[in-house]
């Protein structure tokens, strides 16, 4: 039975990342599509939260 993990919306995309590296392809497939580019990731990742990005990209 898989495991039910819950991710903090108000964290930071790089933390999440940094904790569950197998969000990254997640995220790229859900329309994070720049989350892929370690410039991005070591950058922007750092002040974006879930939520934020979710709004930005118009993501439910």
């Not at 108000?10 to 995220?27: G, M, N």
Request: aromatic share 4%.
């Amino acid at each position: 039975m898989p495991v039910k993990q819950t991710l903090d919306l108000d964290a930071s995309v790089y933390e999440l990342c940094t904790l569950h590296p197998e969000l990254i392809e997640l995220l790229k497939d859900i329309g994070f599509d720049n989350i892929t580019k370690p410039r991005m990731l070591g950058t922007a990742s750092r002040m974006m939260t879930l939520r934020k990005g979710a709004r930005l990209k118009q993501i439910d």
